[in-house]
């Protein structure tokens, strides 16, 4: 028998479509084995200001389909400091909330290991950012709907680029990492990607596409966390080299963190949450939660936060043969 009586519940960092639906899970699995669920808006910032929502089993209809996040989100710099984990500890009891379910990214973790080990208090993370760059799960919540905006983007992007001929440089999310940027050049059909985590070799790269170019028009993704700056300032590297095809830039930006999820991020979604609740009461804490291979997997905060996921070498070496 599990002594945990109240789940607290919040999202934090950058949104990510699916939030809702691993909220809705969390409240609506906690229910069912009779457990409390309270609510706590703006991530750290609201637990540490005392901002609770412990009406939130009434609030979850009707959210599954939506995007953002019905909690509402924040970056907390206080909560970074020993004196606003405290604060926000005292809150959480003043609450009766004796468990922790966050829903967020690198820096969600990052809290989540300062403050169960300050305090004991069980947490389970779950992994909810849009970048996908997150050890421990093959998918976290919001890529799938993140590539598909961009895909769908992209794919507009390519009929104007088409009709004059021109060369695109679109640049998509994806600070640290380069799964969105990969995915989406692979699922547009794009000439090459520019990542993170890969050189760039620029004058490698203007004369490939002079000697290659059987198209005349030609659309590469750069992750805006690209080493060689971002697609601005890559298209003005590119033309200064002397070449003399006509550049344009787009920037999806924060278009790639609304609208309403893809039905595989409601489902890995629901299945995390209703999976953060059974761990709680099965007396785990201090864990991230992720799907490998169609399975759950658990690793610690730790390994979550620090341990490197590897781009797919197979995704790597195809999206160049592939557009050629
Ligand atoms: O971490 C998710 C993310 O969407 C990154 O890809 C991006 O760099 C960042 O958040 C943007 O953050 P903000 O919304 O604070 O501008």
Redesign the pocket.
């Known amino acids: 028998m599990s002594s945990i009586k109240k789940i607290g519940v919040f999202t934090s ?4 479509p699916g939030m809702n639906a691993a909220v809705r899970a969390t409240v609506r699995a906690a229910a069912g084995y009779g457990i409390e669920v309270c609510g706590i808006y703006n991530g750290y910032e609201g637990m540490i200001k005392g901002i609770f929502e412990p009406k939130i089993k009434s609030k979850i209809a009707n959210i599954i389909q939506r995007g953002g996040t019905i909690l509402k989100t924040a ?1 907390s710099k206080e909560f970074m400091t020993k004196e606003g984990r405290e604060q926000a500890f005292k809150n959480l009891t003043s609450q009766n909330i004796d468990a922790l379910v966050a829903i967020g ?2 820096g969600t973790y990052t809290g989540a290991l300062k403050l169960g080990k300050e305090t004991g208090i069980p947490i389970i993370g779950l992994p909810g ?3 996908n ?1 997150i050890y421990g799960t093959d998918y976290t919540i919001g890529f799938d709907t993140a590539i598909n905006t961009a895909v769908d983007a992209v794919d507009k992007i390519r009929d104007t680029a088409d009709s004059h001929n021109r060369l695109f440089f679109i640049e998509v ?3 640290h ?1 380069g799964y ?1 940027a990969l995915h989406t050049g692979i699922g547009s059909g794009a000439y090459t990607v520019f990542l993170p985590e890969t050189e760039t070799d620029i004058p490698a790269f203007v004369s490939k596409l002079k000697t290659q170019r059987k198209k005349l028009f030609n659309l590469v993704i750069v992750a ?2 690209n080493t060689n700056g971002n697609a601005h300032e890559i298209a003005q590297k590119v033309k200064n080299s002397g070449f003399d095809q006509d550049i344009r830039v787009a920037v999806i930006g ?1 278009l ?2 609304g609208g309403s999820p893809t039905c595989h991020d409601r489902v890995l979604a629901s299945r995390l949450g209703f999976n953060a609740v059974k761990c709680l009461l099965e007396g785990d804490k201090g864990i991230a939660l992720g799907i490998v291979n169609g399975n759950l997997n658990k690793v610690s905060f730790n390994d979550a936060i620090y341990a490197k996921k590897e781009l797919s070498k197979d995704l790597l070496e195809m999206v160049n043969l592939l557009s050629k």
């Open positions: 960092g950058g949104d990510a970056r990214g690198n950012t849009i970048d760059d999310m994806g600070r990492a969105i805006e966390g924060h790639q963190r």
